[in-house]
Nanobody
Framework: QVQVAEAGGGLVQPGESLRLSCSANARIFQTYAVAWFRQAPGRAREFVASITWSGASTRYADSMKGRFSVSKDNAINVAYLQMNNLKPEDTAVYYC???????????????WGQGTQVTVSS
């Protein structure tokens, strides 16, 4: 089974940017769709963004549109989540999930990483 791992989280100030990465241990990740989710303390997990295996189609949660951008580099088995103009309410643990089927990652099913903490605070 493909294993994925997130990286790139950290502490930033409001208005700053971060780029998260989701890397996989297998070349087959090239054929995987990827979704990003996040979970803040005391809150339910929520969908952030998703991308098809080829990168041809993406989807975003309404609150992230215009600020976040998801991409995928199949040459190196990595997916990215570029987050701009970060707000305190973006503070959460961010997870990526990968699966060959786009419908599966949209539903939060597939290979999950351990998450990376993003904290936005002044």
């Amino acid at each position: 089974q493909v294993q994925v791992a997130e990286a790139g989280g950290g502490l930033v100030q409001p208005g700053e940017s971060l780029r998260l990465s989701c890397s996989a241990n297998a070349r087959i990740f090239q054929t995987y769709a990827v979704a990003w989710f996040r979970q803040a303390p005391g809150r339910a997990r929520e969908f952030v963004a998703s991308i098809t295996w080829s990168g041809a189609s993406t989807r975003y949660a309404d609150s992230m549109k215009g600020r976040f951008s998801v991409s995928k580099d199949n040459a190196i088995n990595v997916a990215y989540l570029q987050m701009n103009n970060l707000k305190p309410e973006d503070t959460a643990v961010y997870y990526c999930v990968g699966d060959p089927k786009y419908e599966e990652v949209l539903s939060g099913r597939g290979s999950w990483g351990q998450g990376t903490q993003v904290t936005v605070s002044s």
